[in-house]
């Protein structure tokens, strides 16, 4: 049997390995930046009353509303259940992007892939969440032709 070199991936060495991973970390930063702010935001217009949020969302702050009064929720317990929720969905993504980039951040797949998990976890959540509070607040308003338990259900087994 003969030892023939196998073909290894390419992989950055030098000063061009601090450079991508010294870029890597200030893009991840950013990230995790906006998503500290973005939440902030969030959070805080989960509680804010539907009378001073912007005039053309508040027939769906009324519809939450609504939704919140008939299975006897607040705002505020909704906000803090929410971003707890948030907390857990993201953490998961950064951690997992951290660890890839700490094991293969010499290669550019894991480099890449790493930033894409940790940019797609802290970006990912906000536009997931806005559609499930308009699709609640649409199957508990009365429009919706199926109860609101059976919309849900059909909902979350879709997705």
């Not at 196998?6 to 930063?29: E, S």
């Not at 950013?30 to 939440?39: K, L």
């Amino acid at each position: 049997m003969t030892n023939t070199p196998t073909p290894t991936t390419y992989r950055i060495k030098g000063r061009w390995l601090l450079l991508a991973r010294t870029v890597w970390v200030i893009l991840a930063l950013v990230a995790v930046t906006f998503f500290i702010a973005g939440f902030s935001r969030l959070y805080t217009s989960w509680r804010v009353p539907c009378i001073v949020t912007v005039l053309e969302s508040q027939a769906d702050c009324f519809k939450q509303d609504q939704m919140f009064d008939r299975y006897g929720l607040t705002r505020n317990f909704f906000a803090i259940f929410f971003s707890t929720g948030v907390t857990v969905e993201v953490l998961p993504w950064i951690l997992a992007g951290v660890l890839v980039f700490w094991k293969k951040s010499n290669e550019p797949f894991g480099l890449l892939f790493s930033l894409m998990l940790v940019v797609a976890g802290c970006t990912g959540y906000l536009l997931i969440h806005q559609i499930f509070l308009r699709f609640l607040a649409e199957i508990t308003s009365g429009d919706s032709p199926f109860p609101p338990r059976v919309a849900l259900v059909c909902f979350l087994n879709t997705g």
